[in-house]
């Protein structure tokens, strides 16, 4: 009986494992280690070769394992003014972007979770159909609607509104348009969850003891959807400010960003440890972000 139970409960521990060790071990395979080989890179020098950086690792004629740490990448790109403004500018764009997509993502998550039943999972798939496409292929469409005969500045011309096409492409504000436009279900999913939870009766009781509904909405509305304000500025600032895409094909040559600049270095000057130092201290900046706002967001429970 013993022998029995014992062979019970080693089947139920090494299902456990299974279970537990499968998400560790993709997250190993696929985040950590590509992780590792890009911190080996950042340290390395560049040569002209394929890969075009040199080995950290190499053994001597002596058989005498020899370390060659470059930590000149980290210094440069600390130093020089060009990637500080990348990371300034980066920060700007992906902060206003998320800004944006908050105002706007707010009453669009109320209204989804206070319309009726019927509506609210039409509504809601509306809120996810982009996902249904390509994000090239939606971002490409802001190319032909934005351009000079486009229907924007069509539709602008018809209305009287304007006398000749308006350039909104490569501006900040088609930069600024496709970031909130393709980040914004990423902010409306988490706060429609978290205002669809908010229990109703707090509302009523705060309405019967006279308490206008501005006042309600500031007083209990919002610090009980913190959560969800919390969950979709992280999901929409920490994508933004590495954006690419975006600024690379609305975006004129004068915007600046982390993620244009690191793609430079990688493909156009082949400088792959100052590209790999880059991005990792673009980590190392959005985990202290992550970790502040986390911080910030439990001082804030804490009071309460």
């Known amino acids: 009986m013993g022998i029995r139970t014992y062979w019970q409960q080693f089947r139920s521990d090494l299902g456990r494992r299974w279970v537990i060790g499968v998400p560790y071990g993709w997250l190993l395979l696929f985040f950590l280690v590509p992780l590792l080989i890009v911190l080996k890179?950042?340290?390395?020098?560049?040569?002209?070769?394929?890969?075009?950086?040199?080995?950290?690792?190499?053994?001597s004629h002596d058989q005498i394992l020899q370390i060659?740490?470059?930590?000149?990448?980290?210094?440069?790109?600390?130093?020089?003014r060009l990637y500080l403004a990348a990371f300034v500018n980066s920060l700007r764009v992906a902060a206003i972007s998320t800004l944006c997509?908050?105002?706007?993502?707010?009453?669009?998550?109320?209204?989804?979770?206070?319309?009726p039943g019927a509506w609210r999972n039409v509504l809601f798939l509306l809120v996810a159909l982009p996902f249904f496409t390509s994000f090239l292929l939606r971002v490409y469409a802001w190319i032909g609607l934005l351009s000079r005969s486009g229907p924007v500045n069509g539709l602008l011309i018809h209305l009287g509104l304007i006398n000749e096409p308006v350039q909104f492409l490569?501006?900040?504000?088609?930069?600024?348009?496709?970031?909130?436009?393709s980040y914004l279900p990423f902010m409306v999913l988490p706060l429609y969850s978290a205002i669809e939870k908010l229990d109703l009766t707090l509302l009523e009781a705060a309405a019967d003891l006279g308490c206008r509904p501005t006042k309600a909405f500031f007083a209990i509305t919002l610090p009980l959807t913190r959560?969800?304000?919390?969950?979709?500025?992280?999901?929409?600032f920490i994508p933004a400010?590495?954006?690419?895409?975006?600024?690379?094909?609305?975006?004129?040559?004068?915007?600046?960003?982390?993620?244009?600049?690191?793609?430079?270095?990688?493909?156009?000057?082949?400088?792959?440890p100052v590209a790999s130092a880059l991005a990792m201290v673009l980590l190392l900046v959005l985990?202290?972000?992550?970790?502040?706002?986390?911080?910030?967001?439990?001082?804030s429970e804490e009071a309460q």
Do not use: H
């Open 170 to 181: 490569q501006t900040d504000f088609a930069v600024y348009l496709g970031m909130v436009y």
């Open 101 to 115: 997509t908050l105002l706007i993502g707010y009453p669009m998550a109320y209204g989804i979770a206070r319309a």
């Open 68 to 80: 060659r740490v470059n930590f000149s990448n980290y210094t440069f790109v600390l130093g020089d």
């Open 241 to 272: 400010v590495g954006e690419y895409v975006i600024p690379a094909l609305l975006g004129g040559p004068d915007t600046l960003m982390i993620g244009r600049v690191v793609w430079d270095e990688f493909f156009a000057n082949r400088d792959w």
């Open 227 to 236: 959560e969800g304000i919390f969950a979709g500025c992280l999901l929409v």
């Open 41 to 59: 890179i950042s340290f390395s020098n560049v040569v002209l070769a394929m890969p075009p950086v040199e080995p950290i690792l190499t053994w």
């Open 287 to 299: 985990s202290g972000f992550v970790l502040l706002l986390q911080k910030v967001q439990a001082q």
